[in-house]
């Protein structure tokens, strides 16, 4: 039987981020009745939950049978015993190198 690892679970607070549906049927102009689904997701781990500042969708901007979504992460949290820390120095996967990090060293445009 197959066990999904705790890892990957979404949390059940993150589930609540994006507040309302962000996929509609062209077809049907079903956007202006707000008649449709709530199918864009952004996944994070449990790790990344205290550094999450504000999730939002974007309804008004058009073009798509879905809308934009985003995440704004914190640059820093508080920790225990008030020390501070800082996004860009937390590893959240251990031992595993970051696509930012390869993409800065692998690709022209960021890094050469």
Do not use: Q
Not at 60 to 72: E, F, R, T, Y
Request: with cysteine; hydrophobic share 35%.
């Amino acid at each position: 039987m197959y066990a999904p690892s705790p890892h990957f679970l979404l949390p059940k607070s993150a589930t609540n981020l994006l507040p309302t549906l962000t996929g509609w049927n062209t077809r049907i102009s079903a956007r202006e009745s707000n008649y449709g689904t709530r199918v864009d997701y952004v996944l994070v781990t449990h790790g990344l939950l205290p550094w999450i500042k504000a999730a939002d969708i974007e309804p008004s901007v058009k073009g798509s049978d879905h809308c934009p979504i985003w995440v704004d992460l914190n640059e820093e949290i508080e920790v225990g015993g008030g020390r501070v820390e800082k996004l860009r120095d937390v590893k959240f996967c251990d031992g595993a190198e970051g696509a930012g990090a390869r993409a800065g060293r692998e690709t022209a445009e960021v890094g050469g």
